[in-house]
């Protein structure tokens, strides 16, 4: 029961961001923002989301898991009510902040890190991959729901004869009360998620060994490279890009990623099937080196219709990673330094995500509409690369295991 409240409240968060992810940069830009500025806010808004990973990685276990995950939720829901009543672009900065408002279109802030962590101690070794898979698979499916949800301005104008920017204030602010809403099942998790009070007393410098803080760091610094990548790839962005490129309505981006989002539900279920035979870091860098080939494809595409099915493969793809990699990171480091792992990891993609939007953004505006997809394609490309080469002889327990029983 307890893995499914954690399931539950990731898909309602994930609906919420996913849904803010599509509209955010085309409201913003209704509002008289330039892509410069609106890569700005939304950079601002995944800064503020790495200081609160941070935090969480840190001190997380010392407040209570539960707890911390309540005022991430009250926090992110304000901020997301606050975001739409708004025009000015230094008050969207500072709300962005301050209310971990996220662009991005996919949840990996600090709920998502710590949801990481706690998995885990839900079960054993074999199953962990499993049960991230699924979450990440609920998640996802919450994501597919809040991309076909995009749609509810549009159909609000059209049927209704609604302003579009109060349509926006609506769905704003329902999405903020969706992420307060999602806080609510963690107050029914059992205490055995919580870290044993005797390791609260313990220092830092003995539940997070050297060794530990080593192989972290060597993660942390890749993942954020592939997220500096990801950065320039958001959804916002590429909402954004399609927007401008095709003419591609609010309507129709919510149809293609409510598919890609879809897409991504099936993967995380394939991905866990994969690594069972092939391994966890196969999985991650085999699949996840040609979904960035075919994003790279896409402005070639003479027409709307090629570049979504390019994009739609490409999804089918991408999120193989995902539960593989979480996997990964709690399999190798000590159980009592997951909240830490997953906290650094996860800050090092948030931190990568803050300098794509506000590079891309510039980019977009001054040099070429589709230059982010080359720029971000290419750097998860060496991503995957340098990851493979680092780490492909570190295998995790159950692997390990595996490859010890005789034939």
């Not at 279109?105 to 054993?124: E, N, V, W």
């Amino acid at each position: 029961m307890a893995p499914i409240l954690v399931c539950a409240a990731g898909a309602l968060r994930a609906a919420a961001v996913s849904l803010v992810g599509i509209l955010i940069a085309i409201h913003l830009a209704s509002e008289g923002l330039t892509p410069a500025a609106i890569g700005l806010v939304i950079g601002c808004g995944i800064a503020g989301s790495a200081v609160a990973t941070i935090v969480t990685g840190l001190w997380a276990d010392q407040w209570g898991r539960r707890r911390t995950q309540v005022v991430i939720g009250v926090l992110s829901g304000a901020g997301y009510i606050a975001i739409a009543q708004v025009s000015a672009v230094l008050p969207l900065v500072a709300i962005a902040f301050v209310g971990l408002v996220n662009g991005m279109g996919r949840d990996r802030g600090p709920a998502s890190a710590l949801d990481q962590a706690i998995l885990p101690s839900l079960t054993d070794d074999e199953q962990r991959t499993w049960a991230l898979a699924w979450y990440n698979a609920a998640v996802d499916g919450g994501h597919a729901i809040g991309a076909l949800a995009a749609a509810i301005p549009t159909l609000a104008v059209n049927l209704f004869a609604i302003d579009l920017a109060a349509a926006h204030t609506g769905t704003f602010t329902a999405c903020g009360l969706v992420l307060i809403a999602a806080s609510v099942p963690y107050a029914f998790l059992p205490a055995s998620i919580e870290t044993r009070a005797a390791d609260l007393h313990e220092p830092r410098t003995t539940s997070v060994d050297r060794e530990t803080r080593s192989v972290v760091g060597r993660i942390a610094m890749l993942f954020g490279m592939d997220s500096v990548g990801a950065g320039f790839l958001n959804a916002s962005l590429i909402a954004y890009w399609f927007f401008e490129r095709y003419g591609t309505s609010e309507a129709q981006l919510a149809g293609l990623f409510f598919g890609a989002r879809m897409l991504n539900v099936v993967s995380h279920v394939g991905a866990a099937w994969i690594a069972r035979r092939i391994g966890l870091l196969n999985t991650m860098v085999f699949t996840h080196l040609p979904s960035s080939l075919l994003l790279m494809l896409a402005p070639a595409a003479p027409s709307a219709a090629v570049a979504s099915a390019l994009f739609l493969a490409r999804e089918a793809l991408v999120e193989m990673d995902v539960p593989t990699r979480q996997s990964y990171v709690m399999a190798v480091v000590p159980r009592s330094a997951r909240t830490y792992a997953s906290g650094m990891t996860n800050v090092a993609r948030n931190a990568g995500w803050v300098v794509g939007p506000l590079v891309a953004g510039n980019v977009m505006q001054h040099v070429a509409l589709a230059a982010p997809l080359f720029i971000g394609g290419t750097l998860k490309i060496a991503y995957d690369l340098l990851l493979y080469r680092s780490f492909r002889h570190v295998r995790p327990p159950e692997e390990s295991r595996r490859i010890a029983v005789p034939v």
